[in-house]
């Protein structure tokens, strides 16, 4: 298996995350390649062949060649969970599966303007306006997620599965954003129900591990 991608990528840490929860190792039993920003490669012909988009992470595993990293994680989960990591019954599964598209199609699009804006715009490129607005929708988005984990002790039901993983990476950049850039983001919403669910993953799963490699993620 190898797959194609920079660790400080929100997209590539699902899929690494993913990975460690399966008992993949990097080295062991699947390669990595860096790829995006400042390692490039993902301009090559060789890259653009496997995806057009010219983006990661990308997955090759036994013929097999895929990108977006929501459909790597359900591949993964699918075809390599030997050890029954996510539960595989039909109301935890598609419980996850609604999380991974409202992540991809709702609070993703938002949370991107501030993110890329405080981290790779340069200052003087800045719309702070755009920033500030984006960021407390981002906000009141969460607050859906908040809601639904006073009853729950994951996005799905009382079981982690990869649901979890494509949202948290996500409130993990909503934090840090604040912490760095607090007079530009604005307030951030007092979510209790969501820093216990955040306390619960980095007790019982892998998102300690990789909440590291987003520590750069700023810089």
Not at 202 to 212: H, R
Request: glycine share 6%.
């Amino acid at each position: 298996m190898r797959l194609w991608g920079r660790k400080s990528s929100i997209n590539v840490q699902k899929v690494l995350w993913c990975l460690d929860e399966l008992g993949l190792e990097e080295g062991k039993d699947y390669e990595r390649i860096d790829a995006g920003l400042q390692f490039g490669l993902n301009r090559t012909p060789e890259f653009l062949t496997l995806n057009p988009n010219g983006l990661v992470p990308t997955l090759e595993d036994d013929g097999i060649t895929l990108w977006e990293s929501n459909t790597i994680m359900r591949y993964l989960a699918r075809q390599h969970d030997k050890r029954q990591r996510f539960p595989a019954d039909i109301a935890s599964q598609y419980g996850s599966e609604k999380w991974l598209d409202w992540q991809l199609g709702t609070m993703w699009p938002v949370l991107r303007t501030p993110f890329l804006g405080l981290t790779r715009v340069p200052e003087a490129e800045r719309k702070y306006d755009a920033i500030h607005k984006a960021y407390q929708e981002a906000n009141q988005l969460l607050s859906l997620l908040d809601q639904t984990l006073a009853t729950h002790k994951y996005c799905s039901g009382n079981q982690f599965h990869i649901g979890d993983i494509a949202l948290a990476l996500c409130v993990g950049r909503w934090i840090l954003l604040h912490e760095a850039f607090p007079e530009k983001t604005g307030p951030r919403a007092d979510l209790k129900n969501i820093d216990a669910w955040l306390k619960r993953l980095e007790s019982e799963t892998k998102y300690s591990a990789v909440a590291e490699k987003k520590l750069n993620i700023i810089k």
